[in-house]
């Protein structure tokens, strides 16, 4: 069992091990802080030369989201492209999700208005009372922004965080960071709740983590 | 050691101050002023080695003050060039000589330093890191034009690393900039000098005196050392006698960490009140420099050190060296003995404390190797690393616009490039300019680009980022610790990855006191003195620390020697015996392990003896047999000695795992995969510069700022394997791994496999519980582990998973 089958306000998702999320009453994948053209915008400013790959391996991922799940929509919660710029030079990996799928392109911080896109840009939508945004505000709403990560079992693992008023998706670009749930920040939105991990399974977990006690040997 | 004759060549006024001092030159001294080409000075600590390099400088001053910068004195240590500069005043206000001398470090002020690129000093003090910084500026050609010397001090110490291979690459481009100046290098006694010359690029060996035999020994304990552990808190109150009965004492412990216990130990047992100082590269800068100063002005009476005051450091009359744990290698062990006593003549006095029971053989074993004077092999292989290569050509482009063939000429003048292939400077300049990716993704963004045949930086403002992460020291990330919320006083710095283990509350040493972790605000850990309190964790991870091949093997053959024992403490016999009662004393000749299960988990070590390069190399190559059988490793753990495993699964029949044939099986994803590799690449990505350490604007907290190296490198072996900077960490990475044939050899030749399963840890894998530089194994352990937890945090929480679980 890779993923995850959960409810948040009355409603059925999957936390899909990859970071997506799959709302099957709507027919719709969701995804959070692509970062597309995020190597290329360092290298604009005369930053490091990244290894150019990671929008083909996002994109890849996509892909084969949209092919395991079906879904005949995606929203992007935001911060899709690194920056506006970068937005405009992904034509051709762009066009072979468009064709594909209808998209919706929420805007984030780091792409406010993306030049012509196919597809729908908004800066929000509500569906069914949830409000899909890119910064967690005004509940209950599922977003994205912050890139949240757990430490469990000494590793440091992208996770989805299901609080009561907020539903905050992993980045699911390739080159990001995170934000551990920890920091003042997420502790605030999700005080308490649950949190699913992310990789080659998904997993959840009680928010805050209870304390264990050592493994026994069997 | 005094001639006469030599000294009859020293120029008047040096003669007259000589004499003056009641000195005579050493005949060393008086060759190096003879010399008109490169030298390589190779002296004994105490030897007059820094003032023969500078010798001819002073003598040229007596001839009139020079133009502009003259001498460039380069060397590893921050403190040393600080020290230098003190010691040579002397001599410069003795002779009456207006000459103006200044150091230059990462703790110059800017100001000092943007006044030193207009208006150099004569004698410039600084360290490989800040050559290459001004080498990056615009002024560089004339701020060196008229340098006539470099003396590059504790080269030795500086080959050993790519440090050298900066500095050398930088010294091949003050050649260009002035075709006249003349090299001396400074080094203590090394196996194979002619190695450290070709390293300088060529040069003429003087050879000096070799002084008296040390004299060493282990301290006398009153107590039994334990059976782990490296702090050697048992022996403080004999530490504090010997530090009472000597003038001044340097107590040297191999990692921070343990300096911090140490030091709290032994004032807890100062009755008499001692002044005693700390020293380690962890605490502020400004604490750093009143111990610097109280030590050198005779006011402490001990000063327990790290590496920070290593090599070559003149302070005061220290004329006692005590060392806490095992010296790890010889050549180590002989250069702090070169602190006590820094006289040609008399013999220095050192003296051991090893900090276990292993330890103990440890010490006898390094002592019959001072005894038998025989130093460790020069292990290094002095060729050139080609990350360094990258950063040298990005440093270089700051400076203006560069020719290609011009540059690699220059490059291979430099000793450890100097049989470099066109082709793979091409590949470092085609890094440099355009990432090199099989791609060619930046077309348009090239960080090089070329004009006219010369390649310019396309953004000037990249220089700046260039600059800010020149260097070639891959620390583990720093986080600095502060006294109290916004801008308390600093303490010291911890590694990011123990300041992520802390939770609020939690205790721990720095700067010899107690303090309670608060909270992590801006990359600043915040904390509260907690004087009266015990540290609830005591310790953080420093720095791992190799011994050498040759000690392991005496030490091996300490213990299967039972007429050596004799010489043994008492408390070390009955340890070995009771080693060999519960599980089984290595043997020459045999493979000896054993299984015990600890703390939830199934602890595998082997004793091999073999060298760390060897134990490290069977380390991957037996937990991928491991992960094969099912055995869910978790990580290991590889020193001189042995190597320790530990798994979900015990291992109780080590044959097949120790079966030569097909051991290579399957092995290629398994070793591309690996943390070793990673880690590497993490190294040669930061020094190449695709990975940026510092940014302008200081570093930001959290989202978004840093993401892993380990995504780099995955991407990039998915992508582009074949990419120059992957080639990189493939061969330096073998550099630390022996050669699968000889595992395999070793294998064969040691058919007889001895396996015990003990109750509990054994006396011999106590110490290796403790041993830093762990390798984490992300396999199907590391996954089932997860998933153990993440269930039985449910349960905890008194949950269960969806669907009964909407909100």
Partial sequence: ?218 | MLDKRASADLPAPLARWFAAQGWAPHAHQCAMLAASGDTLLIAPTGGGKTLAGFLPTLAAACDGVPDGLHTLYVSPLKALTHDIGRNLARPVADLGLSLRIEDRTGDTSATRRARQRVDPPHILLTTPESLALMLSYPEAPRIFSNLRRVVIDEIHALAESKRGDQLMLGLARLRSLAPDVQVAGLSATVENPHALTRFMGGAEILQAEPGPDPDIAILPITRAPPWSGAGGAYAARDVMAAIERARLTLVFINTRAQAELFFQALWAVNDANLPIGLHHGSLARDQRRRVEAAMASGDLRAVVATGSLDLGLDWGDVDLVIQIGAPRNVKRLVQRIGRANHRYDTPSRARLVPANRFEVLECMAALQAVEARELDSDGRDLRGGLDVLCQHIATVACAGPLDADQLFTEVTRAGPYAGLPRAQFDACLDFVATGGYALRAYDRWQRLVQKNGLWHLRDPRAARDIRMNIGTIVAPELLSVRRGPRGGAPLGEIEESFAASLSPGDTFLIGGQTVRYDRLRDMVVEVTPQPTRQPKIAVFNGLKMATSTELSARVLALIGDQTAWQALPESTRDWLALQARIATLPRPGTMTCESFARGGQWYFALYSFAGRNANQTLGLLLTHRMEGAGLAPLGFVATDYALLIWSLEPVRDPAPLLDPDGLRDGMDDWLAGNAVMKRTFRAVATVAGLIQRNLPGGRKSGKQATFSSDILYDTLRKFDPDHLLLQITRAESMRGLADFGRIEEMLRTRPQIVHSMPPHVTPFAAPLMLEAGRIPIRASGAAQLLEEEAAQMMREAGLQLDPGCGI
């Fill in chain 1, 1 to 218: 069992m890779s993923h995850l089958m959960f409810h948040y306000h009355g409603q059925d998702f999957v936390a899909r091990a990859s970071g997506a999320l799959f709302w099957p009453a709507q027919d719709t994948l969701i995804v959070a802080d692509l970062h597309l053209g995020k190597s290329e915008r360092l290298a604009r400013r005369g930053g490091a030369l990244l290894p150019p790959f990671e929008t083909r391996a996002t994109l890849e991922r996509v892909l084969a989201e949209l092919d395991a799940t079906g879904a005949a929509h995606l929203i992007c919660l935001g911060d899709s492209f690194d920056d506006d710029l970068a937005c405009a030079e992904l034509d051709t990996e762009l066009a072979l999700i468009c064709g594909r799928t209808q998209v919706t392109w929420i805007s984030g911080n780091h792409d406010p208005a993306p030049v012509a896109l196919p597809g729908f840009q908004v800066p929000g939508v509500t569906l069914n009372g949830l409000h899909l945004r890119h910064i967690a505000a005004q509940g209950p709403d599922i977003s994205g922004h912050y890139h949240p990560k757990l430490r469990v079992a000494g590793q440091r693992i992208a996770a989805f965080l299901i609080g009561h008023e907020h539903l905050i998706l992993p980045a699911f670009g390739h080159y990001t960071g995170g934000l551990d749930w920890d920091d003042a920040a997420l502790r605030a939105l999700v005080p308490e709740g649950r949190a699913i991990l992310t990789g080659t399974k998904a997993q959840m977990v009680p928010l805050p983590l209870p304390q264990l006690r050592k493994r026994r040997l069997r």
